[in-house]
C-alpha cells in the first residue's frame, strides 16, 4: 500500500506535520515494529528513525493496560517528562529536560488534542491544561516531542509538545467498558464506536462518565462528571474535510499539600503520616467543611462548595481541510473554537501545629476550642486530643472562579513537495494565530479545621480567654488572613498569538538536513484589579450572617476595589528556530543533532507586577519581563530492528525566566541551566514485550534573587527519573507490570529538605475468556508507596509538620469490557 502523507484528526503540530490517515487506528500495531509513522513536530510524516527530534509515542492499547487515573499519570510514561501527578485529575506539575518547575502547571510544554492546543499557556494560574484534559477511548495514540523543533512547531512551547490524537473511525470497531473499584469508590463507564459510512465518509464517536468517591477518603462523592467526543470526516479526490467536538462536564478533588511529620535531618528527613491522617489516603477536603462565603466578583454576597473541587466545563468544536492543488501543492487548515470555564476549590494549609498554639495564634493565649461542624458542633473541644492527634491547620480555600478560559486557534499552512537531481524536499511555511482569554476571580477564604483522615475532618471556632468567639462558623476571616490578607483578584485579559513559520527539509539518500523557524508576536488586553498591590485598601467590613454586627472575622473581609481596575495593554514578540541534521549509518541506525532557541510568553503569570505597568498597562523595561527564552543543544542516535529499539539522546538546556516574588512584589530574574541523557529502549520477542526508559539530569541554579542558592538544584528536580513496562499477552489473557520511580530531590532551592526517593509499581491482567469479552485487573501502586513530589517547606521546622503532597496509596480497578 503506497502511504499518502495526509494530515488526520489535526495529528500534525501547529502546522508543519502530516499523517497516513489510516495510521490513527493502527498506531499500536506499528509501533510495535518500530515503523509508526512521527507526525508531531516534523515538517512531513516520517519513520521515527529517520526523524532528528526525540519523540516518543504510546498508542491505545498501551493507554488502555496503563489504565492511568489522570492524563498527568499517563505522561509520566514519556522519557524526559517530570510529571507530579499527585494532585488528581489535573493541576499537574509537568517539566521536561531540567527546565525549571517555577511555576505550577507546564510553562515550557504545550498540551495539544488534534494538533491544537487545549489552552494557549499550559501554566495559567489555577487553570492548567491539563485540567481540560481526559484520555479515554477516544485517543488512538500520544506523541511526545521533547526539545528540539517543538520550538518552532508550536507557539510558547519550547520543552516539549506533547499531543493526543484521536481516533477517526477508519476501521470498523469498539467497545464498551465497565469499571468499578474494588478497594476504593469508583464507577465508570467509556465506549468508543467508529466505522465507515461509505467509501468517502467515517465517524467516531468515544467518551466516558464517572462518579465516586475516588482514590481518596473525603467522605463524599467528589467526582462526578464525563466527557464526549465526536468527528467526522468526508474525503474526497484530492483531499478531506473534518469536523469535530467535544464536551467535558466534569468534577474532581484537586489535592494540594497536607500536613505530614518529618524527624531527622534536612540531608536524611523520616516522612511519616500524622495519626489517623495518612497522606495517601486522605486529605483535607470532607463532607463537613460547610460552604465557603465570600464576596463575590462583583462584591456581592456569595457562598461556594468546598466540595466542588476543580470543576471544568468544555465545549469545543474544529474543523479542519485540506485540499491538493496540483503540481505537489497541499493547503491545510484547522480552526476550533473551545468555550473554557470551571472553578477550583481546594483547601491549602498555611501552617499546621498542635490546637492550643493553633487556638492561641488566632484569639490570644488562653483560646478555647468549640466544634462549628460535625457531629460534636457546639461542644468544647480538648486541645490535646482533638482529631485524635491534638492538631489544626490553618487552611485557605482557594476558591477561584474560572469564568472563562475560552480558547481560538486556527492554523493556515502551504506545503510543497519536490525532487531534485540528488534527492527530495518538503518545504512548508502557514501562518498560525489563538486567542487566548483569561477571566478569573480569586475569592480565598481562611479558616481553621482539624487534621483528620476518613472523611471525617470538621470546622472549628475559636474563643478568645474572654469567652468571646472570634471566628464565624469556622471562619477566620472572609479572605487570605493568613496570607495578610493578598490575593483578592480579578482578572480579564485577551491575549492575541500571531505566528508566520516556515520550514524545509532536505532528504540526500540517507542524510536528512531540516530547519524551521518561527516569529511570535502578539498584545495583551483588559484589566486586571486586586487589593494587595496598591490598587485599593483591600480588606473592610461585610454583614455576612446580616444580624447588624460586624463579628471579627466579618472585619476581615476582602474587597475587590472595583472601582480602581488596571489597564492591561501591551505587545510582545521572539523568535524561535531549530536545525537539525539525521544520518542513517544503516537502515537500523541513525544519528541525529539539533540546536534550537525558543522562547514562552509567561502571560498572566506577569500580571499585578512590576513587569506591567499598573498605570498605562505597558512593559515598563520592554518585554523582557513577559517572555522566558530557552535554547537547547541534543544529539543522539536511534537504533531499531526486528523487535528491538534503542534510542540515546545527549541534552543540553539553558532558560532564562522572569520571576515574580509576591512577599514583597519584586520583579526578578533567574538563570538554570541542565544537562543529561535520555536512554529509552524497547525489546519483543514473541508474546514478551519489555520497554524501559531513564533520564538523568543534572540541573543548576545559575542566576537568582537570593544569591544564596546559586549553584545549587532546581527545586524538585531529581538526578534520575525511569519507568519500565513488561507485559507478556498469550492470546487468551494479557499480563504486565509497570515501574515509575525517581531518586531523591530537594523540595526548594536552598537545597536543605529532601524529598525522599521513590518507586511506584502498577500491574495489570486482562483475560479473555470468550471472543469480544475481556475481563481487566489494574493495580495502581501496587504496593502502596509513599511517594512525595513536592514539599512547601525548605527545612524541617521546630515542630516537625511539614506540608508535602503525596501520589495517592493502591487502588484496584475491576473491568469488563466488550467489543464490537
Not at 473554537?337 to 498554639?357: C, E, L, W, Y
Request: proline share 4%.
Amino acid at each position: 500500500m503506497k502511504l499518502r502523507y495526509a494530515l488526520c484528526a489535526g495529528a500534525a503540530l501547529s502546522g508543519l506535520a502530516a499523517t497516513p490517515a489510516f495510521a490513527q487506528d493502527n498506531a499500536d500495531t506499528a509501533e510495535a515494529q518500530g515503523e509508526e509513522i512521527i507526525v508531531t513536530a516534523v515538517a512531513r510524516g516520517q519513520n521515527r528513525i529517520e526523524s532528528s527530534v526525540s519523540v516518543s509515542t504510546i498508542g491505545a492499547a498501551a493507554i488502555a493496560n496503563l489504565a492511568a487515573p489522570s492524563a498527568a499519570d499517563l505522561i509520566r510514561q514519556i522519557p524526559g517528562i517530570r510529571s507530579e501527578a499527585s494532585g488528581g485529575e489535573g493541576n499537574a506539575n509537568i517539566a521536561v529536560r531540567g527546565l525549571p518547575v517555577s511555576t505550577g502547571g507546564a510553562r515550557y510544554i504545550q498540551l495539544q488534542e488534534d494538533g491544537l492546543p487545549i489552552l494557549e499557556f499550559g501554566d495559567i494560574i489555577f487553570g492548567n491544561a491539563d485540567n481540560f484534559l481526559r484520555a479515554d477511548r477516544s485517543v488512538a495514540r500520544v506523541e511526545a516531542v521533547r526539545g528540539g523543533s517543538a520550538s518552532t512547531f508550536a507557539s510558547n512551547a519550547p520543552g516539549a509538545v506533547i499531543n493526543f490524537i484521536s481516533k477517526t473511525g477508519e476501521r470498523e470497531g469498539g467497545a464498551i467498558q465497565g469499571s468499578v473499584g474494588l478497594d476504593f469508590e469508583s464507577y465508570r463507564l467509556d465506549f468508543d464506536y467508529g466505522a465507515p459510512l461509505g467509501e468517502d465518509l467515517t465517524f467516531h464517536v468515544g467518551g466516558f462518565y464517572r462518579t465516586g468517591e475516588g482514590p481518596r477518603d473525603i467522605g463524599y462523592n467528589g467526582y462526578d462528571g464525563g466527557q464526549i467526543k465526536a468527528n467526522i470526516t468526508k474525503t474526497f479526490d484530492g483531499g478531506y474535510i473534518r469536523l469535530s467536538a467535544k464536551y467535558l462536564d466534569d468534577k474532581t478533588p484537586t489535592i494540594l499539600p497536607q500536613p505530614v511529620r518529618v524527624s531527622g535531618t534536612n540531608g536524611s528527613p523520616n516522612y511519616q503520616a500524622i495519626a489517623g491522617f495518612d497522606p495517601r489516603r486522605d486529605s483535607l477536603y470532607s463532607p463537613y467543611l460547610t460552604p465557603a462565603v465570600s464576596l463575590d466578583g462583583n462584591n456581592n454576597p456569595a457562598s461556594f462548595d468546598f466540595r466542588d473541587g476543580l470543576s471544568v466545563k468544555s465545549l469545543a468544536f474544529g474543523i479542519e481541510s485540506e485540499i491538493d492543488v496540483g503540481s505537489g501543492w497541499t493547503l491545510t487548515n484547522r480552526f476550533r473554537f473551545a468555550d473554557n470555564s470551571g472553578s477550583f476549590q481546594s483547601p491549602f494549609p498555611a501552617g499546621a501545629d498542635t490546637a492550643q498554639n493553633v487556638a492561641n495564634g488566632i484569639g490570644g493565649a488562653g483560646s478555647s476550642i468549640v466544634f462549628a461542624t460535625g457531629p460534636n458542633a457546639g461542644q468544647v473541644a480538648n486541645a490535646a486530643n482533638i482529631g485524635g492527634n491534638g492538631l489544626l491547620a490553618n487552611v485557605v480555600v482557594f476558591n477561584t472562579r474560572l469564568n472563562s478560559l475560552d480558547n481560538i486557534t486556527n492554523d493556515f499552512r502551504v506545503n510543497k513537495e519536490f525532487a531534485f537531481g540528488g534527492g527530495t524536499a518538503n518545504f512548508t511555511t502557514g501562518f498560525y494565530l489563538s486567542r487566548q482569554t483569561i477571566d478569573t476571580d480569586w475569592l480565598w477564604t481562611s479558616h481553621v479545621q482539624t487534621v483528620q483522615g476518613d472523611g471525617q475532618a470538621v470546622l472549628v471556632n475559636i474563643r478568645n480567654a474572654g469567652g468571646q468567639t472570634v471566628t464565624q462558623n469556622g471562619t477566620v476571616g472572609f479572605g487570605a488572613s493568613f496570607f495578610g490578607n493578598c490575593c483578592r483578584r480579578n482578572y480579564d485579559v485577551d491575549y492575541s498569538t500571531y505566528a508566520p513559520f516556515a520550514s524545509l527539509s532536505v532528504n540526500l539518500d540517507r542524510l536528512t538536513l531540516d530547519g524551521s523557524m518561527r516569529y511570535d508576536y502578539g498584545d495583551a488586553s483588559g484589566t486586571i484589579t486586586g487589593a494587595d498591590t496598591g490598587f485599593g485598601t483591600g480588606v473592610g467590613s461585610f454583614d455576612f450572617d446580616r444580624n447588624n454586627a460586624i463579628s471579627p472575622a466579618e472585619a476581615q473581609t476582602s474587597i475587590l476595589p472595583l472601582g480602581n481596575a488596571r489597564p492591561v495593554n501591551y505587545s510582545f514578540d521572539y523568535f524561535s528556530f531549530s536545525l537539525g541534521a539525521n544520518y542513517l549509518l544503516s537502515d537500523d541506525l541513525g544519528l541525529f543533532a539539533r540546536y534550537s532557541q525558543g522562547g514562552r510568553h509567561t502571560a498572566d503569570r506577569s500580571l499585578f507586577s512590576p513587569a506591567v505597568s499598573t498605570t498605562t498597562g505597558g512593559l515598563p523595561g520592554g518585554d523582557a519581563g513577559v517572555v522566558a527564552r530557552v535554547n537547547q543543544l541534543e544529539a543522539g542516535l536511534k537504533y531499531q530492528s526486528g523487535g528491538a529499539s534503542l534510542y540515546a539522546t545527549g541534552f543540553y538546556a539553558k532558560t532564562k525566566e522572569t520571576n515574580v516574588e509576591l512577599a514583597p512584589i519584586e520583579l526578578f530574574d533567574s538563570t538554570y541551566e541542565a544537562f543529561g541523557i535520555e536512554l529509552e529502549g524497547a525489546y519483543r520477542t514473541g508474546p514478551f514485550t519489555l520497554s524501559a526508559a531513564a533520564t538523568w539530569t543534572d540541573a543548576e541554579i545559575q542566576d537568582a534573587l537570593d544569591a544564596t542558592t546559586i549553584g545549587n538544584t532546581p527545586r524538585r528536580q531529581a538526578d534520575l527519573v525511569y519507568q519500565a513496562t513488561a507485559q507478556y499477552d498469550a492470546g487468551m489473557f494479557t499480563a504486565g507490570a509497570n515501574v515509575v520511580g525517581t531518586t531523591d530531590s530537594f523540595a526548594q532551592d536552598n537545597n536543605q529538605l529532601k524529598l525522599p526517593a521513590f518507586t511506584q509499581v502498577n500491574a495489570f491482567l486482562a483475560v479473555r475468556p470468550i471472543e469480544r469479552v475481556e475481563i481487566g485487573l489494574n493495580a495502581t501502586n501496587l504496593f502502596n508507596t509513599v511517594g512525595f513530589t513536592e514539599a512547601e517547606e525548605g527545612s524541617i521546622p521546630a515542630n516537625g509538620i511539614v506540608r508535602a503532597r503525596s501520589i495517592a496509596g493502591r487502588t484496584v480497578l475491576a473491568s469488563v469490557r466488550f467489543d464490537f
